[in-house]
C-alpha cells in the first residue's frame, strides 16, 4: 500500500502528546496509544469501555526496539525469525528497568508483544520512540474492527485520528503463545498451529480458554455483533440472518456467505464485516451453519462461540 507521509505525521503528533489513534493492521484495526504512557493507556481502556484486568498488547517495530523492554529466549527466536512481522503475539518476561505502563499489562510482570506487517504501521512505528499499546479498535466485547469505517462506526470523534489503511488483509486478531517456558497457545488466532509445531517441532499446550483473564481476548463474552448468535444451525426461525460458511444455490436475501466457495481463510476475513452487515440490516438474530472445525476454521469458532454468550 502507498505509504502517505503526512497521515503518518499526524498520526505521530498526536501519539507524542498522549493521544489515541487508531491503526491498521494486517489482523485487525488496533486503538493505539504510547505504551510508556500512563495517560495514553488510560484513555485506551476508557475509549474501549475495556474492563481494568484485560491486559493490553504492545506493538513494535523490531527486536531492537523490544529489548529494552523485555527477555527473550531461543523459542521466541525461532518463531520470530519465520513469522514476524507478522499475526502472532508473544507472552514474554518484563525486564525490571522497562519503561512499559503498568496499566497496560494490568501490573503484571508479563507482556504481550507483536510486530505488525501492515506497511503504514510498520512505518509510523519506525517513526516513533516508544511502543503502541493496541487492543482492537472497537467497544469491548463488540466485534472487531477490520477498516476505517468500522472503527469510526464504533467511536465516531472521540478518537482524534484513524491512521488509514484499507481493508485488513487477514481479518482475525493474532494468535497468542506464551514462550517463556513449554510454548503454550492461549488465544487462536490467523496464525495456525500447525505452523507454530512445524517450527519448534515439540509439542504445544492449548489453554485457550483459562479460568483465569491473564491476556486478550479470553472473556467468556467477546467478538459480539450485538444480537442473539446460534450455532451449528440447520433450520432458521423467522426474520433470522443465515450465515454459511460457502454460496449454495437455494439462496435467499437473509443467506450471508462468508466465501464463495468455503475457503476458510476468505471467510476468515469476512467474518466480522458480514456480523456488522447483519446487525445494520436490522436482522434481530443469527443462525450459523456449521463450520468446519479444522485450521482456521477453529479460530472462527472460537470467534463465534464467544459471540453467542449474548
Known sequence: MKINLAN??????????????AIPTETVYGLAGNAYSDLACKKIYKLKKRPKN???IVHYYNTHDLKKDCKFNNTFFKLYKKFCPGPI?????????????????????????????????RNLLKNLKFPLAAPSANLSSKV????????????????KYVLEGGKSSIGLESTIIDVRKKPKILRLGSL???????????????????????????FKLHYSPGIPLRLNVKKIKNNEAYLLIKKIQKTKP??????????????????????????????????????????LGKTINDRLIRASKF
Open 254 to 295: 437473509n443467506y450471508y456467505f462468508l466465501s464463495k466457495k468455503g475457503d476458510l481463510k476468505e471467510a476468515a476475513k469476512n467474518l466480522y464485516s458480514t456480523l456488522r452487515k447483519i446487525k445494520k440490516n436490522k436482522y434481530k438474530s443469527i443462525a450459523v451453519a456449521k463450520i468446519p472445525n479444522k485450521g
Open 54 to 56: 484485560n491486559p493490553l
Open 192 to 218: 495456525q498451529i500447525s505452523s507454530i509445531k512445524k517450527i519448534l517441532n515439540k509439542k504445544v499446550i492449548i489453554k485457550n480458554n483459562p479460568s483465569k483473564i491473564s491476556i486478550p481476548g479470553q
Open 8 to 21: 503518518i505525521k499526524k498520526a505521530k503528533k498526536l501519539l507524542n502528546k498522549s493521544e489515541c489513534v
Open 144 to 159: 472487531s474492527s477490520v477498516c476505517s469505517a468500522d472503527v469510526k462506526e464504533d467511536f465516531g470523534k472521540k478518537i
Open 89 to 121: 503475539t508473544f507472552i514474554l518476561d518484563l525486564n525490571k528497568n522497562s519503561k512499559i505502563s503498568k496499566i497496560a499489562t494490568n501490573k503484571k510482570n508479563t507482556i504481550a508483544v507483536r510486530f505488525p506487517k501492515h506497511s503504514v504501521t
